[in-house]
């Protein structure tokens, strides 16, 4: 009996690597569909980001200055200042893609990179979440063209298509050895914090939920060593980026602001808020439509492995404040890796393949349709920055230019102009007081003596002082333009900056008016 059970006992682990040999030779052909469909979806998605010369993302000019200092070295006025702060996913990779194509294609590319770290990561997680290769994943680049993307917060995208790979990778290597695990799982882990701080966060948060139910069963078992070692090696991946951490959290300011509760509802609607809100409302109604109706009937079909990681994710977005230190829009971040990875974690299963065809059918054409009116809306941008560039092209060399703009210029719209006049620092080299340069999430800092202009003709009160006519604000003002050599007004509204003798038009549009400085002319007066 017992030399029975040994030869079939042999017999089954001379079979197994056959077995596993002909399932691999069988998932090819639905690996291959699967990767061909994604590609060509992520083709799709690229259009607008590649027919386009900028982008219209509010912070995305301010990034490209940025990267075209950290590419050359700097200028006159601003020096890169490397530490390890965890934001560099673009600081790092657009100035290194910028040495062997032009910068605006290389900025471009780090944003399709973006999408295709996404996709492939929900793609792939799915994979290793259910066992077997699906098409359903490719609903992520519905998500794609999503608030966050928009407003710019591109590290933490990059960050999160990042995390979303490391927790697939995380997944294939659980029967590895132990040393290969730690390795890539650190080397994940580090990728993710030099990406984004918030990104670092999902990936920490995924990977506890990933070990929450085998380690409950570890633990129901009594399998105490088990349990250690499960642990441990989930920790020690976390162990360098958090000593890191702990060191950048000292230099962070700012603090912890939350809104109100309602707005967690409409945070969770701006994943898909892009250009037509009706059309935009109708896309998330058949979103939730869509998962209420296979929940309802059972046929969601969630990942067990996945759903503890769900429940974390969600628990941590209604936590979230909507300012958390130095970063804005926190939970907005969050509701981006709720949505990709609730897609990541299903497998519906439908009642027909009649059925699974129109809703494929349905889906495709909805995915298209969101994707040409984003393409509409980039396209009408660019015509508006073509001419907005001639105007910063008009600049002087290496010119202090001062920005003027309101309070409500600070918000979301179509075609942001609000942190244009950065460019001039990539295309004329110049000073330009609103480039990001917080030292706890960018690696520039301004030259001596230069930093004391940053806080010398605020934004605000110079578009007081000149469009809104305010005696006393130019009073102010007058004394500190000495150091000016333009001043670029910018709103998302058309506005009007009245005549005046210290301005000399170069550019004059109805969102974005460059004007030079004449220094012997008085605007003090009324």
């Known amino acids: 009996m017992a030399t029975r059970s040994k030869a079939a006992k042999d017999f089954s682990q001379r079979k197994a690597p056959q077995i596993t040999s002909r399932m691999a030779k069988n998932d090819r052909p639905a690996a291959n569909r699967v990767c061909a469909a994604g590609l060509l979806v992520l083709v799709l998605a690229s259009i607008p980001v590649l027919s386009t010369r900028l982008p219209p993302l509010i912070d995305y000019p301010n990034h490209l200055a940025r990267f075209s200092l950290l590419a050359t070295g700097g200028n006159s006025f601003y020096a890169p200042q490397w530490t390890p702060l965890p934001n560099l996913a673009g600081d790092l990779l657009v100035p290194l893609f910028a040495q062997i194509i032009p910068l605006e294609l290389a900025g471009k590319l780090f944003l399709v990179l973006i999408f295709a770290l996404i996709l492939g990561g929900a793609i792939w997680l799915n994979r290793r979440a259910t066992g077997h290769w699906h098409l359903w994943p490719l609903l992520s680049a519905a998500l794609l063209y999503n608030r966050s993307f928009l407003w710019g917060f591109t590290n933490y995208l990059f960050g999160f298509g990042a995390a979303l790979c490391g927790a697939a990778l995380w997944l294939q290597l659980e029967a590895a050895r132990t040393w290969l695990r730690l390795l890539v799982s650190s080397l994940i882990a580090l990728i993710c914090y030099f990406s984004h701080i918030a990104a670092f966060g999902v990936y920490a948060l995924i990977i506890v939920g990933l070990e929450a139910a085998p380690a409950f069963g570890e633990l129901r078992a009594r399998a105490g060593v088990a349990l250690w070692h499960r642990a441990a090696i989930g920790a020690t991946q976390f162990l360098i980026p958090a000593v890191l951490m702990i060191t950048w959290w000292q230099s962070a300011t700012g603090g ?45 079909n969630l990942s067990h492995r996945l759903i503890p990681a769900l429940a974390i994710v969600l628990g941590a977005y209604l936590l979230f404040p909507t300012q958390l230190m130095s970063g804005s829009g926190a939970d907005h971040r969050m509701a981006v890796a709720l ?8 497998a519906p299963r439908f009642t027909s393949r009649r059925f699974a065809k129109v809703l494929t059918i349905t889906i495709v054409i909805v995915l298209t349709a969101r994707f040409a009116v984003i393409e509409a809306t980039w396209l009408r941008a660019d015509r508006f920055y073509s001419s907005d560039l001639v105007g910063i092209d008009a600049l002087p060399r290496e010119s202090k230019v001062a920005v003027a703009f309101p309070p409500e210029a600070v918000n979301f719209s179509a075609i942001p102009v609000l942190h244009l006049p950065t460019l001039a620092i990539a295309r004329r080299d110049a000073f330009v007081p609103t480039l990001f340069t917080y030292p706890a999430q960018q690696p520039i800092t301004i030259r001596q003596p230069y930093n004391h202009l940053v806080d010398a003709a605020p934004p605000m009160l110079l578009w007081s002082a000149f469009v809104s006519a305010d005696a006393q604000a130019r009073q102010r003002i007058w004394p500190a333009l000495a150091a000016w050599d333009a001043v670029i007004f910018v709103d998302r509204q058309p506005f009007q900056v009245p005549a005046q003798p210290c301005l000399q038009p170069l550019a004059v549009q109805p969102n974005f008016q460059v004007f030079l400085l004449l220094k012997d002319r008085n605007c003090s007066a009324d």
């Open 256 to 300: 912890v602001s939350y809104g109100r509760i309602w707005r967690k509802a409409d945070t969770l609607f701006s994943v898909f808020d892009n250009y037509s809100r009706p059309f935009d409302i109708g896309c998330f109604a058949l979103f939730l439509l869509l998962f209420a109706g296979l929940a309802w009937y059972r046929r969601l």
């Open 339 to 346: 949505f990709v990875l609730l897609i990541a974690a299903a």
